[in-house]
């Protein structure tokens, strides 16, 4: 399900999804809240992930990316990246005022 859907049809468990806010004009990653930010208070209501409440007409899934398999460099990349760049600095091969 790839298409906005009614609010009314939204998860209602705290899953993050994409909530449409007709006043905000885009779309938020955002989620149901059970009861109001004061103890006790009987109200549920609809925030964006940032703690802004709304008021979304429509909704659909969030799925978050999957991570690489594997990462692009390694920490040992970046060290040796580093010390090669940084032996370039120390024998004079990058004059002060050179860009980096």
Known sequence: MNEWQPIETAPRDGT???????????????????????????WDHWAFD?????????????????????????LTDLGEAYRRAMGAKLNGAVKAGDPE
Request: charged share 25%.
């Open 50 to 74: 940032s703690g802004e409440w709304c008021e979304p007409t429509h909704w659909m899934p969030f799925h978050r990316p999957e991570p690489p398999d594997e990462p692009r460099y390694t």
């Open 16 to 42: 993050l999804v994409w909530l449409f806010d007709p006043r905000a004009l885009i779309a938020h990653v955002g989620r149901l809240h059970k009861g109001a930010p004061w103890p006790r208070s009987p």
